[in-house]
């Protein structure tokens, strides 16, 4: 039996509660793998070592992850204004790409989540009526 507060009581479906919670770091990660790729876009490319350096990491504890580009001239060629760069290519790569893509990665988690919510609903709807009928 769930925990029992007044007349309410909540029993935890388990399966959801899993399924959700990997949804959410599935969802976060995807979303900002996104993120990436449209900075990617815009990333200064000289020999491509900036851009292939573009990383994502998931902080499980916290619930976020962090892209980054891992070079030692990195931080220059995002902040400097004035470096020129190739058609298409710009400084500011990431923070613009974070800025233009926000709503388009909110809905990436928002679907991830549904989804797997709406398929464990599924899955747990199969396995009640299964068990109604050995009942």
């Known amino acids: 039996m769930g925990k029992t507060a007044g007349s ?3 029993k935890p479906n388990h399966s959801l509660l899993r399924a959700l919670d990997g949804s959410i770091e599935k969802g976060i990660v995807l979303a900002a793998e996104h993120i990436l790729g ?8 000289e020999e491509g070592t900036l851009q292939a350096s573009g ?7 916290n619930r976020r992850a962090a892209i980054s ?11 400097d204004m004035s ?7 710009e400084a500011k790569f990431l923070e613009n790409a974070m800025n233009s893509e926000r709503e388009t990665a ?4 928002a679907n991830t989540i ?6 464990a609903s599924s899955s747990q709807s199969r396995m009640t009526r299964k068990l109604g009928k050995m009942l």
């Not at 470096?83 to 290519?89: E, P, Q, S």
């Open 83 to 89: 470096l020129r760069h190739d058609k298409g290519r």
């Open 55 to 61: 990383t994502v990491a998931y902080d499980a504890k």
């Open 8 to 10: 309410f009581s909540f």
């Open 106 to 109: 909110a809905k990436i988690i």
């Open 114 to 119: 549904k989804s797997a919510s709406k398929s």
């Open 38 to 45: 449209e900075s990617n876009k815009a990333v200064p490319i």
């Open 69 to 79: 580009y891992d070079t030692p001239y990195a931080i220059v060629q995002h902040e």
